[in-house]
């Protein structure tokens, strides 16, 4: 007998200094240079957009992934966006991306951009399948376990 699994109901809230601890677990499970409770404590003070995706009901609810996203005048900047690597594989990228396109539209902006690692080409080719264009990269841009950077990817989605 094969088991049935089933589907997750999400939905999305503000993250708020609360969730901070559990953001950062995930954040340090599906990074080697994560960012830190200060880079996430920060974004909430500078008023940026902050989205949890969680299933299930408070207290219990479980974190499915997050973004955090800058707007600037007429475009959004994606800083964070990160599914918890027991749900990567499932959709949940896209459906954040979704959210973010609708806020950001709602900002009236007219671009999104995002910076993406050189190295991590499962994370391009979510952001290509979603219509994203590769237009520069960033030399030297992200830290790694070494001391050489990395490079990264400028990509743009015309709203």
Same mark, same amino acid.
């Given at each position: &007998?094969? =088991?049935?699994?089933?589907?997750?109901?999400?939905?999305?809230?503000?993250?708020?200094? #609360?969730?901070?601890? =559990?953001?950062?677990?995930?954040?340090?499970?599906? !990074?080697?240079?994560?960012?830190?409770?200060?880079?996430?404590?920060?974004?909430?003070? #500078?008023?940026?957009? #902050?989205?949890? /995706?969680?299933?299930? =009901?408070?207290?219990? =609810?479980?974190? /499915?992934? !997050?973004?955090? *996203? &800058?707007?600037?005048?007429?475009?959004?900047?994606?800083?964070?966006?990160?599914?918890?690597? *027991?749900?990567?594989?499932?959709?949940?990228?896209?459906?954040?991306? +979704?959210?973010?396109?609708?806020?950001?539209?709602?900002?009236?902006?007219?671009?999104?951009?995002?910076?993406? $690692?050189?190295?991590?080409? $499962?994370?391009?080719?979510? !952001?290509?399948?979603?219509?994203?264009?590769?237009?520069?990269? $960033?030399?030297?841009?992200?830290?790694?376990?070494?001391?050489?950077?990395? +490079? *990264?990817?400028? &990509?743009? /989605? #015309?709203?």
């Amino acid at each position: &007998m094969t =088991a049935v699994l089933k589907p997750l109901e999400a939905q999305f809230e503000a993250m708020t200094p #609360a969730w901070l601890a =559990a953001v950062v677990q995930v954040e340090q499970s599906a !990074y080697e240079q994560p960012w830190t409770q200060g880079n996430f404590s920060d974004s909430l003070k #500078a008023g940026y957009q #902050a989205q949890l /995706l969680t299933a299930g =009901a408070a207290p219990n =609810a479980e974190l /499915l992934g !997050y973004f955090v *996203a &800058m707007k600037g005048v007429d475009e959004v900047h994606l800083l964070n966006i990160t599914v918890a690597p *027991a749900h990567q594989r499932q959709g949940w990228a896209h459906v954040m991306l +979704d959210a973010l396109v609708i806020w950001a539209r709602g900002q009236g902006a007219g671009w999104l951009w995002l910076e993406v $690692r050189v190295g991590n080409a $499962r994370a391009q080719a979510i !952001y290509e399948r979603y219509g994203f264009r590769h237009v520069g990269t $960033r030399r030297n841009y992200y830290p790694t376990s070494t001391s050489k950077r990395e +490079d *990264a990817i400028v &990509m743009s /989605l #015309a709203l």
